[in-house]
């Protein structure tokens, strides 16, 4: 069984802190994504990374997938209270057509 | 544009009543699914529909059952609820997938069910 784990589990910071959270894994993944979920909603695309050493900026947010393709990252820059919320990273099982999830960082930002 | 739709938002159930969660969506999706969350555990596949007519068991499907009615809708449904069943249960959908991207998933906004 494929899993993700992600570290830390639950990350509160002040406003303009840098960030960096974690999703490793000791099996390769085609390609790894980031959701972000809020209070009451469903979690929604960030981002896809599929090539190994990938790295993809959206905003003040980077992400990095490993060499192998067995780990991720996801860091913010100077983080907002806008950023609060539960960050997900998700891939896909190695020949199959499901996407499993790690547990989860929740983040707070505090103004 | 609704894109994925679930009602109800919220239920409360009695150990052994039965129900159905509702799920549709709009986007003209092949692929459809049904998660859990439960804190500390992530998301956890019960069942997904790679296409119209088709279903099949993801990690935790005991106790649950699934209809893929058409191409917009696929229910999830509990026979006789149980408290271990408490959770937050979203449908999502998404495209085929595509070779070498991870597919997109679009979720709904949840149902937080409570068995007591």
């Known amino acids: 069984t494929q899993l993700l784990e992600q570290s830390p589990q639950f990350l509160s910071i002040q406003e303009g802190e840098n960030l960096t959270v974690y999703c490793n894994s000791s099996?390769?993944?085609?390609?790894l994504q980031w959701y972000r979920q809020e209070p009451g909603e469903g979690p929604v695309l960030l981002v896809t990374?599929?090539?190994?050493?990938e790295v993809k900026k959206l905003k003040r947010l980077t992400f990095q997938f490993g060499d192998a393709r067995k780990d991720s990252s996801l860091h913010i820059t100077a983080a907002q209270p806008g950023d609060t919320g539960l960050y997900l990273c998700?891939?896909?099982?190695?020949?199959?057509?499901?996407?499993?999830f790690g547990a989860g960082t929740r983040l707070f930002v505090k103004a | 544009n609704a894109g994925v739709t679930q009602t109800p938002k919220f239920q409360v159930l009695k150990t052994g009543q039965s129900m159905t969660l509702q799920c549709a969506q709009d986007?003209?999706?092949?692929?459809m699914y049904w998660y859990r969350q439960d804190p500390g555990m992530g998301l956890r596949l019960i069942y997904y529909?790679?296409?119209?007519?088709?279903?099949d068991k993801g990690e935790v499907p005991n106790g649950y059952n699934v209809s893929r009615l058409n191409k917009r809708e696929f229910s999830l449904r509990l026979e006789s609820a149980a408290p271990s069943q408490t959770s937050v249960y979203f449908c999502?959908?998404?495209?085929?997938?595509?070779?070498?991207?991870?597919?997109?998933?679009?979720f709904g906004s949840g149902t937080q069910l409570s068995v007591l």
């Open positions: 529909s790679a296409s119209e007519g088709t279903t």
């Open positions: 999502a959908s998404s495209w085929s997938r595509t070779q070498g991207e991870g597919e997109k998933l679009f």
């Open positions: 986007m003209n999706h092949n692929s």
């Open positions: 990374v599929v090539t190994g050493g």
């Open positions: 099996s390769v993944f085609s390609s």
């Open positions: 998700a891939g896909k099982d190695a020949g199959g057509f499901k996407t499993i």
